[in-house]
């Protein structure tokens, strides 16, 4: 079985970020879950002190960033890149996101990352945060049942 585009690009990424602070999240952190089988994109999260390397070893490796503007997402920094491949990569930090009430802000701990298959892995319980602030009710759906899952299976009796 081949790896699907963003996880491939994940694994040749991985190298020219070594000894920053991100994590991966988004859908392929649903497939790295085993909750979506074709994840489309590749989505970095970084802590803002980062930001400036890492966004200037991706344009390096992958090209020019492309222009975005979204009426309700209002990160301190985000880039898209798009691989020869035709992954998008998004990179984010200080995230925030415009709502009706006021900004809600959502701070990245590289420490709460986890490492598996040589790739830095965000927490599912942080995703499903950051899905319920960019209203993605299918993907938090996806993250409760999951989350909900592993909680059962831990109350289990020895």
Sequence with gaps: MTSPPPLFLAHELAP??????WGIGGS???????????PQDLDIVITPEDFPEIRKRLAAFLGSPSPID?????????????????VTVDVMAGIRVRTSSGFKSWEFKPQTVSTANGLPWMQPHDWLELYEMFDRPERMSLLRNYLKRRLRLTELPI
């Design 16 to 21: 020219l970020l070594t000894h920053l602070n």
């Design 28 to 38: 392929l952190l649903l497939y790295h879950l085993k909750l979506l089988t074709d």
């Design 70 to 86: 979204h009426p309700t997402y209002a990160s301190t920094h985000f880039s898209r890149f798009n691989s020869p491949r035709g």
